[in-house]
């Protein structure tokens, strides 16, 4: 299956999730880059405490 970036909408690899270039938030596909362009902030990862 293939899948494209929210923002872009360009072709996203497998490779690019392997190495952590591509985060998933609420089912959308997105580049770091394209993330930090449209919300104007880095990528951050929501931390559950325990």
């Not at 929210?6 to 596909?29: H, M, Q, R, W």
């Amino acid at each position: 299956m293939t899948h494209t970036c929210a923002f872009c909408n360009e072709a996203i690899e497998p490779v690019d999730i392997s190495f952590n270039e591509v985060k998933i938030l609420d089912g959308e596909y997105w580049h770091l880059e394209c993330y930090a362009e449209y919300f104007e902030d880095a990528f951050e990862e929501v931390l559950e405490e325990a």
